[in-house]
T-cell receptor, first 113, second 112 residues
């Protein structure tokens, strides 16, 4: 089982709708969770971080964390074509005796005008 | 404020050649990382440095070496390049090992 799993997509959403991206993780004691956006040919950029159960909102973005079910999700409201990108989930995990951030493979999101 | 700066942006090597990828950060971060990104494989950690003076292997260290020159700089060396090392390489930094990462712009390396 991969430590951090995401549906690779592509996920296609009409403009103005809500895009929902999901991520599951295997390390029950993970404490830090991040969402990165990566445009084609560019580097990943941090868009959300979440550390506690529940929802965290930042503009059109909402991160949701459920530690009991070991999943974290990202909702994008009022999706815009500029939101078309690959979204990477990152979770801290204990690997080989050290804490590291582990990335999922990313979900490719396309917003259709 | 430049953040994380990587050089070069592009590089083409022949099999067996060596090269060093340079990375510098100006955010006073303790931890630095080298990742490679291949289609369908996501970001894979090559090496990391939790703090100045330490380096450790990540998920895919074979064929690479690193040097944490000082707190700002972390270089990645390919001693004898192989076609399997064709990839996009990202350097990143963070305040600590579970803090959010800040990425450089990447180096696109092709080994023929």
């Amino acid at each position: 089982q991969k430590e951090v799993e995401q549906n690779s997509g592509p996920l296609s959403v009409p403009e103005g709708a809500i895009a929902s991206l999901n991520c599951t993780y295997s390390d029950r004691v993970s404490q830090s969770f991040f969402w990165y956006r990566q445009y084609s040919g560019k580097s990943p950029e941090l868009i959300m971080s979440i550390y506690s159960n529940g929802d965290k909102e930042d503009g059109r973005f909402t991160a949701q964390l459920n530690k009991a079910s070991q999943y974290v999700s990202l909702l994008i409201r009022d999706s815009q074509p500029s939101d078309s990108a690959t979204y990477l989930c990152a979770v801290n995990s204990q690997i080989q005796g050290a804490q590291k951030l582990v990335f999922g493979q990313g979900t490719r999101l396309t917003i259709n005008p | 404020n430049a953040g994380v700066t990587q050089t070069p942006k592009f590089q083409v090597l022949k099999t067996g050649q060596s090269m060093t990828l340079q990375c510098a950060q100006d955010m006073n971060h303790n931890s630095m990382y080298w990742y490679r990104q291949d289609p369908g494989m996501g970001l894979r950690l090559i090496y990391y440095s939790a703090s100045e003076g330490t380096t450790d292997k990540g998920e895919v260290p074979n064929g690479y070496n690193v040097s944490r020159l000082n707190k700002r700089e972390f270089s990645l060396r390919l001693e004898s390049a192989a076609p399997s090392q064709t990839s996009v390489y990202f350097c990143a930094s963070s305040t600590g090992l579970v803090s959010p990462l800040h990425f450089g712009n990447g180096t696109r390396l092709t080994v023929t």
